[in-house]
């Protein structure tokens, strides 16, 4: 049975990782002795500690994906982690109706654009890391999904859809992956204290906090402790699964 690496000899790439959940998983990931590439399409808030780098990366971009996978690999030699974090929202009903008519629509642009990070990108990234990880004799891929591909979500057509498509794609990674030593998991976050979630009106903040049954949203935290578990050994059995981080979020209530 090979030796298994220390944190200080893995190396682990968190895209979307300048700010909200990516930028806590990767200072997270940092703090554990991890080696941290840390891919967005721009830098945000200060590098985590330690060893780590910052690469401009557009995940829906085949090649730059493709770039960035060589330049780790180029400067640490593996990927032992990839965390398929970056993501967007255009939100919108699917038709606004008003006094019998149609009023408005979600928009092709906004549809596809969100089809295009979310769900593209994790695949784009997940298929360039792959050999690499392979070669490497075995790995850990990470999917960003969310409660609302699990159940859905009002005006969330495109971002639910991308969500339980990440969800599917875990499933048959993991059927395909594991015979190489790669787990592959997704993580569902509920309702998450971010920047983008706390520009919202108080009167939807407090909504969400009504919805969650410990009484308060998640901190980016919470979820960057959950991708550390399950990047981890204490993990090392757990494959295919969708580990809900959401304070016990009951929906419709």
Not at 87 to 106: A, F, N, P
Not at 131 to 154: D, E
């Amino acid at each position: 049975m090979p030796k298994r690496k220390t944190q200080a000899e893995r190396v682990a790439v968190v895209t979307g990782g300048a700010a909200g959940i990516g930028l806590a998983t990767a200072r997270r990931f940092a703090r554990e002795g991890y080696r941290v590439a840390v891919w967005d399409v721009k830098a945000g808030g200060p590098e985590p500690e330690g060893e780590t780098s910052f690469q401009a990366v557009d995940v829906t971009d085949a090649a730059a994906v493709e770039a960035a996978v060589a330049e780790v690999v180029s400067r640490w030699g593996r990927i032992d982690v990839l965390v398929n974090n970056a993501g967007i929202v255009r939100d919108g009903l699917l038709v606004k109706w008003k006094d019998g008519r149609k009023t408005g629509e979600m928009s092709d642009r906004d549809f596809d654009a969100v089809v295009s990070v979310n769900l593209k990108g994790v695949f784009l990234c997940t298929r360039a890391v792959a050999p690499t990880m392979i070669a490497g004799g075995g790995g850990v891929i990470l999917n960003a999904s969310s409660v609302v591909g699990l159940y859905g979500n009002f005006g969330q057509t495109n971002y639910a859809a991308t969500k339980a498509g990440v969800i599917s794609m875990t499933k048959t990674w993991a059927r395909e992956l594991g015979r190489y030593n790669i787990r592959v998991n997704a993580v569902a976050p509920g309702f998450i204290a971010t920047e983008m979630v706390a520009a919202m009106p108080e009167k939807v903040l407090q909504g969400m906090v009504a919805h969650t049954p410990l009484g308060r949203m998640g901190r980016p935290e919470d979820i960057a402790e959950a991708y550390l578990w399950l990047a981890s050994d204490a993990a090392a059995f757990v494959h295919g699964t969708v580990l809900s981080v959401d304070g016990g979020l009951v929906v419709g209530t």
